[in-house]
């Protein structure tokens, strides 16, 4: 499983109701279980203007380490 240890965005440009938004990811560099990607969203083409940069690290783990820093998954309530 795959949790964030860090995400940082930039909003550049207001992105209008119904644009069509592209989005676009890369991994940077691997630290052992850790990932640092870089981002950005662009307005109506995948040249199109900037709206937002984003940087994120996230941390692989495994379902046993996931769980044991989590707790176990709840029931869905049904009252």
């Known amino acids: 499983m795959l949790v964030t240890e860090h995400l940082q965005v930039w909003y550049r440009k207001p ?3 119904g644009a069509l938004v592209y989005a676009m990811a890369r991994l940077k560099q691997v630290d052992g279980h850790k990932a ?3 981002g950005e969203a662009r307005l109506n083409a995948p040249d199109g203007t900037i709206a937002a940069q984003a940087a994120a690290t ?3 783990l495994s379902h046993e380490r996931y769980h044991a820093l989590s707790g176990p998954p709840e029931a869905a309530s049904g009252s």
């Open 15 to 17: 992105t209008p109701v």
């Open 36 to 38: 640092h990607l870089v």
């Open 58 to 60: 996230v941390v692989l």
